[in-house]
């Protein structure tokens, strides 16, 4: 088992930024990748940023160039920093951990909110 949990979010200003963070516990040796995943009302979750454990990073290009993913020594905290935000941004922001079994570990979620 993976135990995940995130921090953050909150309400910015379009033009603003937030930080994520994920932290897992447990069977973190068994983990392949982290990263960011988020829904918006009415959508389809969506991949935001994802790092794996060597180090090799995936965003969606809405994000590309706004949002930068990274993580510590451990590889067990991943970081988003999220900079330049748009109210499409909005949405509740999701941590999962996949493992190289192809588990999946999905944190609780976290609002952010994107307004003037």
């Known amino acids: 088992q993976v135990q995940v949990v995130e921090s953050g979010g909150g309400l910015a200003q379009p033009g603003g930024s937030l930080r994520l963070s994920c932290t897992a516990s447990?069977?973190?040796?068994?983990?392949?990748?982290m990263g960011w995943y988020r829904q918006a009302p009415g959508k389809e979750r969506e991949l935001v940023a994802e790092?794996?454990?060597?180090?090799?990073?995936n965003y969606a290009d809405s994000v590309k160039g706004r949002f930068t993913i990274s993580t510590d020594n451990t590889k067990t905290t991943i970081n988003l920093q999220m900079n330049s935000l748009k109210p499409e941004d909005t949405a509740v922001y999701y941590c999962?951990?996949?493992?190289?079994?192809?588990?999946?570990?999905w944190g609780q979620g976290t609002q952010v909110t994107v307004s003037s």
């Open positions: 999962l951990c996949r493992t190289y079994g192809m588990e999946h570990y």
């Open positions: 447990g069977r973190i040796f068994s983990i392949y990748t």
């Open positions: 790092v794996t454990r060597s180090d090799h990073t």
